[in-house]
């Protein structure tokens, strides 16, 4: 969506708003919600107290022009995690006043051409004033507040794909997760992110990789078996479900050995990550289930950043075996949501 197209549909969507808004709307776009984020709590209490005083029953996602969107509050997430998402979502614009400028000559040419119905003189005079005054965030009218009673918080739009996913969450409390999916589709980053946002252990498929006497031919050549789902179930699933602590014991690859037990305290949340965590012999201890997914291009180049000396690895032995073993299970269709995290 250009900034033509943003202002139009601000305008469609509200067609009571006043220039105040529409200037808003733009700060927005430009400068997201760094302004606006102080500490936790403080975000918390504010969020509350908006969800009792406000009227707005909207659940809506709104994309903006930027790199954020508006989510309202009402959308379905707890406040916990519409705090957190709030706050991770503060950056500071490194270009956000070019940005702005562009917006304002955009929004002055729609005014000019009659487009909006708002004086072109005094709508100059008052964005002038704006910039003169370093363009501080502006509220929205009470005109705008009495007739749509907004209440919404910033987020970055690369949290978008993930929303339903939060939204279960927040609304079933489950115990255990898994993230299978693609090399590269981000199973990494999106369970460090839900361990940021929520109190709960991540167990890694990456740290079970085969002892050397396991890596027979026949097993290798078999779809989904390479990787120790046994000693997988044994160490981590079997007292996960017990709601027991949990010893675990890394295989380290530089060594080919496993190291010595960690132990990690039983959280009633859990995530499990990585490739071969639907292996069909671990799917009955999940409550959830995530595939993620990313095109073949951007998975290519993602893996070439990450590592270029491993580049052919991937390309040649480990995305040939992920794909024989998604195909011959069909895990994606196994999985209870399906997330690509290709760029758009």
């Known amino acids: 969506m250009n900034t033509k197209e943003y202002i139009l549909n601000q305008f469609k969507l509200y067609p009571q708003l006043e220039l105040q808004d529409l200037m808003k709307f733009l700060y927005q776009s430009s400068f997201g919600c760094e302004h606006l984020v102080s500490d936790f709590s403080t ?20 994309e ?11 959308y379905g997430l707890n406040v916990n995690t519409l705090s957190t998402l709030f706050i991770r979502s503060c950056q500071q614009e490194k270009n ?25 003189e005094k709508s100059k005079d008052l964005l002038l004033k704006w910039k003169k005054e370093g363009y501080p965030a502006i509220h929205h009218s009470d005109t705008f507040n009495q007739l749509y009673h907004p209440a ?65 031919k026949e097993r290798l050549e078999s779809p989904g078996e390479n990787v120790d789902h046994e000693r997988f179930e044994q160490e981590i699933l079997i007292p996960l479900s017990k709601h027991e602590d949990v010893k675990l014991c890394k295989f380290n690859c530089s060594t080919m050995s496993i190291e ?16 071969y965590s639907m292996h069909s012999r671990l799917q009955k201890y999940y409550d959830f289930s995530v595939f993620l997914t990313v095109n073949k291009d951007e ?14 690895n991937f390309i040649q032995q480990w995305i040939p075996l992920e794909e024989a073993y998604f195909n011959t299970f069909s895990i994606q269709d196994k999985c209870d949501i399906q997330i690509n995290t290709s760029k758009a």
Do not use: W
């Open 152 to 216: 919404y918080r910033l987020i970055h739009k690369k949290y978008i794909p993930f929303l339903e996913l939060f939204k279960y969450i927040d609304n079933n409390h489950p115990s255990m997760i898994s993230i299978d999916g693609r090399c590269a589709s981000g199973k990494t980053t999106l369970a460090d992110l839900l361990k940021q946002i929520y109190d709960c252990n991540v167990f890694k498929m990456d740290d079970f990789f085969l002892q050397p006497f396991q890596r027979t």
């Open 260 to 275: 010595h037990a960690i132990l990690i305290p039983y959280k009633p949340f859990n995530i499990i990550e990585g490739s």
């Open 64 to 74: 903006l022009d930027g790199d954020y969107i508006r989510l309202h509050l009402n």
């Open 43 to 62: 975000v918390k209490s504010s969020i509350e107290q908006e969800l009792q005083n406000h009227q707005d029953s909207s659940n809506s996602i709104e």
């Open 96 to 120: 956000g006043i070019k940005q702005l400028e562009d917006k304002i000559q955009t929004l002055l040419d729609l005014i000019f051409d009659n487009t909006l119905p708002f004086s072109f």
């Open 299 to 312: 998975q290519i180049e993602r893996l070439r950043k990450r590592n270029p000396k491993m580049l052919n």
